[in-house]
């Protein structure tokens, strides 16, 4: 990896939320199908690469650790910052089928408690995220991104995921826990 880990850390939190925010938000089959086809296409490099779960929560944060470290923010809330950001991308790429809408389901009462599950998770996770830019912009190395006409953010000055996201960010600004 080159450039900031800070920022690439952020570059997949922000494309795993948004491929996990579509499904979450699909309310109808098709949609829901095309959600997921995205999800599947925007994780399927993450395991081969960073391998069981305590592995890659370690191989995504402790970069960012080392960085932030060198540069004076070793302090306990930077660290944390970074864990929760590495600890939300794993369990994430955990995920193997995010749940759409309970309606969309034949059993709707199992789907809501998922639902709410992964809602909740959604919700940390893109609290982790904007404490990362937080973070990122405390380093003196800000985290902009490029918008592109899909809505989508392109961080153009590091290393690219292997898969670029294609669902459309509908995210709301939420704060949660």
Known sequence: MTGNPLHNLIRILSQFFRA???????????????????????????????????????????????WCAQRGFDDDESASIVETAAECITRLAMITNPCAMPHVYATKEEAAKVHERQGELLLFADKAVLN??????????????????????????????????????????????
């Open 20 to 66: 996990v925010w579509a499904c979450h938000h699909a309310d109808s089959t098709e949609l829901l199908r095309q959600a997921h086809a995205d999800w599947t296409s925007q994780k399927k490099w993450f395991w081969p690469k960073y391998g069981r779960p305590a592995d890659s929560t370690r191989l995504l944060a402790d970069p960012a650790l080392a």
């Open 132 to 177: 990362l830019r937080r973070l990122a912009g405390r380093t003196g190395e800000a985290w902009v991104p490029d918008v592109e006409d899909s809505g989508n953010e392109k961080q153009s000055n590091v290393e690219t995921a292997p898969a670029q996201a294609t669902a459309i960010d509908k995210r709301e600004q939420c704060l949660a826990e």
